[in-house]
């Protein structure tokens, strides 16, 4: 298992890229797991709070508090209990909620194009609507 003190921690590299490359924080895509939707929806979403994401927590004071940046939300379930969500972030998905993952990553690469022209609407629309569920598969 991976220490918590080296979990989390993105917010610092998301940051000085920012900085770098002179990116605002609108224009930067942050892809993260999502214990609140199943394996097999993924959704993009613009502007909001962390939701008790700690890298989300992590990346917001990084870009100088913005909230205002586009996350590409990916459902991995959620364990039923608060005390196992740690175990299960950390541990292998089964073999279908893998393949229901994977599809729905497949699917936000495809509409990816869409929101990168500006269409968000579309793109959303177009993500939002091909989820995937076990009995699909």
């Given at each position: ?10 917010g610092?590299a ?7 490359f ?11 797991d ?12 613009f ?36 005390n196992?969500?740690?175990?299960w ?5 089964s ?43």
């Amino acid at each position: 298992m991976i220490p918590d003190t080296y979990m989390n921690h993105s917010g610092k590299a998301v940051g000085l890229a920012a900085k770098y490359f002179q990116i605002a924080p609108e224009h930067i895509l942050i892809a993260h797991d999502e214990l609140d939707m199943p394996p097999g929806a993924s959704r993009f979403k613009f502007d909001g709070g962390h939701g008790g994401h700690n890298g989300l927590r992590d990346v917001i004071p990084a870009i100088g508090g913005s909230r205002a940046f586009w996350r590409l939300r990916v459902g991995i379930g959620h364990p039923g209990q608060a005390n196992k969500v740690s175990g299960w972030v950390l541990s292998k998905a089964s073999k279908i909620e893998q393949e229901l993952v994977d599809l729905s990553i497949d699917e936000s690469l495809s509409a990816l194009p869409l929101l990168l022209d500006g269409e968000d609407v579309k793109a959303m629309t177009r993500l939002h609507s091909s989820d995937k569920t076990k009995e699909e598969l």
